[in-house]
């Protein structure tokens, strides 16, 4: 694109309007520089002319003239990068007058102050137009190099100026796209977890009348036989309802939590208690299918003793969402735990000798209902929030869960964990924030 820049020549002299033009367009007037008229100070140059940008010139002889052009040029969306002015142009506005009129118009322009002599003083100057790098001042006679370069930096300027602009406005109008943006999306996320915690509270109803029944049918009955002859079927269908709707029910409640954990909805109840002692607890609890996987399970407690003020609850879900994948991500092998402390955390280990985890999925499998292997043929069951529920959880505790993990060799996932939350009445919210 060619680069063509508006500059307006404010003088009451014609002659000298005609030396401008010879100046800042030598391309289109290829005159003698020593034909100039007296007020430039003019040197021989011979020099090939240099590809400089092409100055469409304006001519105004009087300030009032000058002021029109310049509303007209703003109008029609031309405006002036540069305006030189003459300080004392009888009979009308003098140039300093002039100048403060147009910058009401357009207070972009530059301006250069042509003067002979000193009508006006630096500080006059300043107090009539203000305090502002927008103008030079040029003394006659002129020196050709000068006025050549005061126009290409004072124009480079304003045109600086104008791409700052335009730069700033898109990044005003981008972020104000992405305030609507977030508020969209903050807004769906608010539809998608109310709608999940409606949806949930209507299956968890009539799933405890089947829960409830189930449990009275077993519980009343005093053996198989007399459980067969309750249900007038076989009683492994009943058992099987049983299970199934525990583990339905189980669902349900991982989504309620982490909907409300999204919503901030969940607190934490804070108190002193033995980590290590909940987490035998917990490997109790997993026995039966660690032998019936063949697994082996080491706990290395080096400290029953630890205590920690934190919430026991929590951390007992988040060690069985580990503890549980790690046995069902484990076909040989062991599970080793192991816990630590130092002055601000208190640590726990997972390590299985397990499928692994490959890098790329290291964080894609702390969000919401993300597997390694998405596929509904997958060789393992489970909805992928275990592990989002858990990483929540420990940020709740002010903590966190680091992974490390090597395809086909094994995981370790670390849980840490402040051993002072006092006073903690944080939301997941407040700690996302
Ligand atoms: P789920 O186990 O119900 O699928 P999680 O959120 O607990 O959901 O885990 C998400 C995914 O992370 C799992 O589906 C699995 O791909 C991967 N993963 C978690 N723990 C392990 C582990 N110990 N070994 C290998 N992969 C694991």
Same mark, same amino acid.
């Given at each position: $694109?060619?680069?063509?820049?508006?500059i307006?020549i404010?003088?009451?002299?014609?002659?000298i309007h005609e030396d401008y033009k010879q100046i800042l367009n030598p391309q289109l007037h290829?005159t003698?520089l020593?034909e100039f008229s007296?007020i430039f100070?003019i040197?021989?140059a /011979?020099?090939?002319i240099?590809?400089t940008?092409?100055y469409?010139l304006?001519?105004?002889?009087?300030?009032?003239?000058?002021?029109?052009?310049?509303?007209?040029?703003?109008?029609?969306?031309?405006?002036?990068?540069?305006?030189f002015?003459?300080?004392?142009?009888?009979?009308?506005?003098?140039? %300093?007058?002039?100048?403060?009129?147009?910058?009401?118009?357009?207070?972009?322009?530059?301006?250069?102050?042509?003067?002979?002599?000193?009508?006006?003083?630096?500080?006059?100057?300043?107090?009539?137009?203000?305090?502002?790098?927008?103008?030079?001042?040029?003394?006659?006679?002129f020196d050709i190099i000068e006025v050549k370069q005061m126009t290409l930096?004072?124009?480079?300027?304003?045109? &600086?100026?104008?791409? @700052?602009?335009?730069?700033?406005?898109?990044?005003?109008?981008?972020?104000?796209?992405?305030?609507?943006? +977030?508020?969209?999306?903050?807004?769906?996320?608010?539809?998608?977890?109310?709608?999940?915690?409606?949806?949930?509270?209507? &299956?968890?109803?009539?799933?405890?009348?089947?829960?409830?029944?189930?449990?009275?049918?077993?519980?009343?009955?005093?053996?198989?036989?007399?459980? @067969?002859?309750?249900?007038?079927?076989?009683?492994?269908?009943?058992?099987?309802?049983?299970?199934?709707?525990?583990?339905?029910?189980?669902?349900?409640?991982?989504?309620?939590?982490?909907?409300?954990?999204?919503?901030?909805?969940?607190?934490?109840?804070?108190?002193?208690?033995?980590?290590?002692?909940?987490?035998?607890?917990?490997?109790?609890?997993?026995?039966?299918?660690?032998?019936?996987?063949?697994?082996? *399970?080491?706990?290395?407690?080096?400290?029953?003793?630890?205590? *920690?003020?934190?919430? +026991?609850?929590?951390?007992?879900?988040?060690?069985? /969402?580990?503890?549980?994948?790690? %046995?069902?991500?484990?076909?040989?092998?062991?599970?080793?735990?192991?816990?630590?402390?130092?002055?601000?955390?208190?640590?726990?280990? *997972?390590?299985?000798?397990?499928?692994?985890?490959?890098?790329?999925?290291? @964080?894609?499998?702390?969000? @919401?209902?993300?597997?390694?292997?998405?596929?509904?043929?997958?060789?393992?069951?489970?909805?992928?929030?275990?592990?989002?529920?858990?990483? +929540? $959880?420990?940020?709740?505790?002010?903590?966190?869960?680091?992974?490390?993990?090597?395809?086909?060799?094994?995981?370790?996932?670390?849980?840490? &964990?402040?051993?002072?939350?006092?006073?903690?009445?944080?939301?997941?919210?407040?700690?996302?924030?």
């Amino acid at each position: $694109m060619k680069n063509e820049i508006n500059i307006l020549i404010v003088d009451d002299t014609p002659s000298i309007h005609e030396d401008y033009k010879q100046i800042l367009n030598p391309q289109l007037h290829k005159t003698n520089l020593y034909e100039f008229s007296d007020i430039f100070d003019i040197k021989p140059a /011979n020099t090939k002319i240099p590809d400089t940008p092409t100055y469409i010139l304006d001519h105004a002889y009087q300030g009032e003239e000058a002021i029109e052009l310049v509303k007209q040029s703003k109008a029609n969306n031309k405006p002036y990068a540069l305006a030189f002015i003459d300080v004392c142009m009888p009979p009308g506005l003098d140039g %300093i007058e002039t100048i403060s009129k147009i910058w009401e118009i357009d207070k972009n322009i530059e301006i250069i102050i042509c003067t002979a002599f000193s009508n006006y003083s630096w500080e006059s100057i300043i107090d009539k137009l203000g305090i502002t790098n927008n103008f030079m001042i040029l003394k006659k006679p002129f020196d050709i190099i000068e006025v050549k370069q005061m126009t290409l930096s004072l124009t480079s300027k304003w045109q &600086l100026s104008c791409e @700052n602009k335009e730069f700033i406005n898109q990044i005003k109008k981008n972020q104000t796209e992405l305030n609507k943006a +977030r508020l969209v999306a903050e807004e769906n996320s608010k539809i998608k977890s109310d709608f999940i915690s409606i949806i949930s509270h209507e &299956l968890k109803t009539p799933l405890t009348a089947i829960l409830g029944y189930t449990d009275l049918l077993i519980s009343n009955a005093k053996d198989t036989n007399n459980l @067969n002859q309750i249900c007038q079927c076989d009683c492994n269908a009943i058992r099987r309802i049983d299970i199934n709707a525990h583990k339905l029910n189980d669902l349900i409640k991982d989504i309620l939590l982490i909907s409300n954990i999204e919503s901030g909805t969940i607190n934490c109840n804070i108190a002193f208690f033995y980590p290590q002692q909940t987490i035998e607890r917990i490997v109790d609890g997993f026995k039966n299918l660690i032998e019936n996987k063949h697994l082996t *399970i080491k706990n290395y407690i080096k400290n029953e003793d630890i205590y *920690i003020n934190s919430d +026991r609850v929590k951390f007992e879900t988040i060690v069985t /969402n580990i503890i549980s994948n790690a %046995i069902k991500f484990t076909k040989n092998g062991s599970i080793d735990i192991e816990c630590n402390i130092d002055e601000k955390f208190f640590y726990v280990s *997972i390590r299985d000798t397990g499928i692994g985890i490959p890098k790329d999925k290291f @964080n894609i499998i702390f969000e @919401n209902f993300r597997q390694v292997d998405q596929k509904l043929t997958r060789d393992y069951t489970g909805t992928g929030i275990g592990l989002a529920i858990a990483m +929540r $959880m420990a940020q709740l505790l002010g903590g966190g869960i680091k992974l490390e993990s090597q395809e086909g060799v094994g995981s370790i996932f670390t849980l840490y &964990l402040k051993r002072d939350l006092d006073n903690c009445h944080q939301t997941t919210k407040a700690y996302n924030d």
